[in-house]
């Protein structure tokens, strides 16, 4: 009687699962090997495939239109990716650094400027009722001991974290050590993936799941080839705001903002802070005058430019773009605006996949119903 039982059959699947979940937290060990190695290579894996999507239109009009093979491609695509990144280490980020070195020793002798300052308004007779009610002395010594520190506190994080710091320059070289290997055989074997499922896996494909392979592919290619042409748009209208300005490296930090306006909310304000270390100290209006410049094009591109360029390509009305980013982002932060989009668009040709075998199959039941009668 307990054998033919639901309640029996289902506490014993209850069970099965309940003890099978114990005997993975038992032995999570045996997989930390894997999930070191998939942490590894997500975030190359994740590089490498956007920029597959960006340069995949490249070779592909270099095969067609000169012939050239898609291995010497590839090659060429990483000579250029490898030179942008030696132009931005050998020019911006020693720029940075000489700056921020400047700005360190210009702050050692931060604070006798403003005790001479306090003290010269302390002096003048419209602050002198004022400088009878407050303590002077006694303020500008706790600035002084709240600046000491701040300093201390910083070169004690400093060393306490070179650890830290030491992690961090070792995930940033094996990221870009993968990066080039992993786009290298994308881009020449990346054609290769879906007519190899289509001849070894999918080869009695009667749902027609290679088109929807194939759709999906489409999705994500318009809508990186889509985020590229925005931030090439920034990029653009960067460059040439830079370069009526007089700033230095205006190529490079507009391709940097190109680059951080992916970012979404949060890229503009990183993309501007080469701009802002390098030209603040000697020019500080032209670095005010910059980073306006730039915040006003960003919310143009934000609230209006980036949602009509990706709604067009993938298909979707700016109004759920702008919707989609404002949700998933209060919810998730940064990481989700950015997967929000080509999410949505993913799942929409999934349950427009899914509805269509349904009404198939509808139509085919309604058929042999059909049949049936007439019979």
Same mark, same amino acid.
């Given at each position: 009687?307990?054998?033919?039982?639901?309640?029996? $059959?289902?506490?014993?699947?209850?069970l099965?699962?309940?003890?099978?979940?114990?005997?993975?937290?038992?032995i999570? $060990?045996?997989?930390?090997?894997?999930?070191v190695?998939?942490?590894l290579?997500?975030?190359?894996?994740?590089?490498?495939?956007?920029?597959? /999507?960006?340069?995949?239109?490249?070779v592909?009009?270099?095969?067609?239109? @000169?012939?050239?093979?898609?291995s010497?491609?590839?090659?060429l695509?990483?000579?250029?990716?490898?030179?942008g990144? /030696?132009?931005?280490f050998?020019?911006? *980020?020693?720029?940075?650094?000489?700056?921020?070195?400047?700005?360190?020793?210009?702050?050692?002798n931060l604070?006798?400027?403003v005790?001479d300052?306090?003290?010269?308004?302390?002096k003048?007779?419209?602050?002198?009722?004022?400088?009878?009610?407050? &303590?002077?002395?006694?303020?500008?010594n706790?600035?002084?001991?709240?600046?000491? &520190?701040?300093?201390?506190?910083?070169?004690n +994080?400093?060393? *306490?974290? *070179?650890?830290?710091?030491?992690?961090?320059?070792?995930?940033i070289?094996?990221v %870009?050590?993968?990066?080039?290997?992993?786009?290298?055989?994308?881009?020449?074997?990346g054609?290769?993936?879906?007519?190899?499922?289509?001849?070894?896996v999918?080869?009695? &494909?009667?749902l027609?799941? @290679?088109?929807?392979?194939?759709?999906?592919? +489409? #999705?994500?290619?318009?809508?990186i080839?889509?985020v590229a042409l925005?931030?090439?748009?920034?990029?653009?209208?960067v @460059?040439?705001?830079?370069?009526?300005?007089?700033?230095?490296y205006?190529?490079?930090?507009?391709? $940097?903002?190109?680059f951080t306006?992916?970012?979404?909310?949060?890229?503009?304000?990183i993309g501007?802070?080469?701009?802002?270390f390098?030209?603040v $100290?000697d020019r500080?209006?032209?670095?005010?005058?910059?980073?306006?410049y730039?915040?006003?094009l960003?919310?143009?591109?934000? +609230?209006?430019? /980036?949602?009509?360029?990706i709604?067009?390509a993938?298909?979707v009305?700016?109004? #759920?773009?702008?919707?989609?980013?404002?949700?998933?982002?209060?919810?998730?932060?940064?990481?989700?605006?950015?997967?929000?989009?080509p #999410?949505y668009?993913?799942?929409?040709?999934?349950?427009? @996949?899914?509805?269509g075998?349904?009404? +198939?199959?509808?139509?085919?039941k309604?058929?042999? *119903?059909? &049949?049936g009668? %007439?019979?």
């Open positions: 009687m307990f054998k033919t039982s639901k309640l029996f $059959f289902w506490t014993i699947e209850i099965a699962v309940a003890l099978l979940i114990f005997l993975l937290t038992k999570g $060990f045996i997989f930390q090997p894997i999930r190695i998939l942490a290579l997500f975030i190359p894996f994740i590089i490498a495939g956007f920029l597959y /999507y960006i340069f995949n239109p490249v592909e009009y270099l095969e067609k239109k @000169f012939k050239v093979k898609r010497i491609s590839a090659l695509v990483i000579l250029v990716l490898l030179g990144m /030696y132009l931005i050998a020019t911006i *980020i020693p720029n940075i650094i000489n700056q921020l070195t400047d700005l360190i020793n210009a702050t050692g604070y006798p400027h005790r300052w306090v003290e010269s308004l302390a003048s007779p419209r602050f002198s009722q004022l400088a009878k009610q407050i &303590d002077i002395n006694g303020l500008l706790k600035i002084n001991i709240s600046y000491v &520190d701040v300093l201390h506190s910083l070169l +994080n400093i060393t *306490i974290s *070179i650890g830290g710091i030491v992690g961090v320059i070792s995930s070289a094996t %870009m050590i993968l990066v080039p290997i992993l786009l290298y055989y994308m881009i020449k074997d054609q290769k993936i879906i007519p190899f499922l289509k001849s070894h999918l080869i009695e &494909d009667k027609n799941i @290679f088109d929807l392979l194939e759709t999906m592919n +489409n #999705t994500i290619s318009r809508y080839s889509g925005d931030a090439l748009l920034v990029f653009v209208v @460059f040439i705001g830079y370069t009526i300005l007089g700033i230095p205006a190529f490079l930090f507009a391709l $940097f903002a190109g306006n992916l970012i979404p909310y949060a890229g503009p304000y501007v802070l080469p701009m802002i390098t030209v $100290f500080p209006w032209t670095a005010v005058i910059a980073t306006a730039v915040l006003i960003q919310q143009i591109d934000g +609230n209006v430019v /980036y949602p009509k360029i709604g067009s993938i298909k009305h700016p109004v #759920t773009v702008m919707v989609l980013m404002l949700i998933s982002g209060s919810l998730y932060g940064i990481l989700g605006m950015i997967i929000a989009v #999410t668009s993913l799942v929409k040709e999934i349950v427009k @996949f899914i509805n075998l349904y009404r +198939n199959h509808q139509k085919q309604k058929s042999k *119903i059909i &049949d009668n %007439m019979l």
